[in-house]
Nanobody, 119 residues
């Protein structure tokens, strides 16, 4: 079992920055691919970014490329999402998730953290 707890959300003006953190419990954090997803009001949840256990590669949705950076610190069992040049359309609840090596989908999800970007 892996428990995930997000933090770092809040209210920011357009053009500002926030860094989200996702703290994971468990002994095998480095074996999980970590992902960030978001869900805006009235919309479906969408993929934002992902990073495999090694941290040697990263993947982003087109809408956040060059603005968001995903990273992880396996020694601290924590994944991060640095969000720069925020736009009002980035407003959503952001969730982190963990996917095991043998899984086709994300197995564990956090409770989410609200990010609101004002214009």
């Amino acid at each position: 079992q892996v428990q995930l707890v997000e933090s770092g959300g809040g209210l920011v003006q357009a053009g500002g920055s926030l860094r989200l953190s996702c703290a994971a419990s468990g002994r095998t954090f480095s074996s999980y691919t970590m992902g960030w997803f978001r869900q805006a009001p009235g919309k479906e949840r969408e993929f934002v970014a992902a990073i495999p256990g090694s941290g040697f590669s990263t993947y982003y949705a087109d809408s956040v490329k060059c603005r968001f950076t995903i990273s992880r610190d396996n020694a601290k069992n924590t994944a991060y999402l640095q969000m720069n040049s925020l736009k009002p359309e980035d407003t959503a609840v952001y969730y982190c998730a963990a996917k095991g090596k043998a899984s086709f989908s994300y197995d564990y999800w956090g409770q989410g953290t609200q990010v609101t970007v004002s214009s």
